[in-house]
Nanobody, 126 residues
Framework: QVQVVESGGGLVQAGGSLRLSCAAS????????IGWFRQAPGKEREFVAA????????YYADSVKGRFTISRDNAENAVYLQMNSLKPEDTAVYYC???????????????????WGQGTQVTVSS
């Protein structure tokens, strides 16, 4: 079992940057694929980015490709989401999720991830 906690959210102007962190507990962190998801008010939770167990593989939603970068440090039990060129439409609560299964990693579906953090608010002003 793993617990994940997000941090790093805040208020930023359009065009600015933020770096979100996902800190995990447990000694088996490297056996979990990690996904970032976001949920805007009145909308479904959507996939943003995911990183494989070793960090060698990454996926991005088309809406953030080229602007966001996901990375992980297994020695620190942490995953990061560097967000550049932020837009007002990036405003949402951002969630970190963890799962051991290949299906979660490959599907990029929120329904396949077992462990979730409480979320961190990102607000981008125009």
């Amino acid at each position: 079992q793993v617990q994940v906690v997000e941090s790093g959210g805040g208020l930023v102007q359009a065009g600015g940057s933020l770096r979100l962190s996902c800190a995990a507990s447990g000694r088996t962190f490297s056996t979990y694929a990690i996904g970032w998801f976001r949920q805007a008010p009145g909308k479904e939770r959507e996939f943003v980015a995911a990183i494989s167990w070793s960090g060698g593989g990454t996926y991005y939603a088309d809406s953030v490709k080229g602007r966001f970068t996901i990375s992980r440090d297994n020695a620190e039990n942490a995953v990061y989401l560097q967000m550049n060129s932020l837009k007002p439409e990036d405003t949402a609560v951002y969630y970190c999720a963890a799962d051991r299964s290949v299906r979660a990693w490959a599907s990029r579906s929120k329904n396949e991830y077992e462990y979730w953090g409480q979320g961190t608010q990102v607000t981008v002003s125009s």
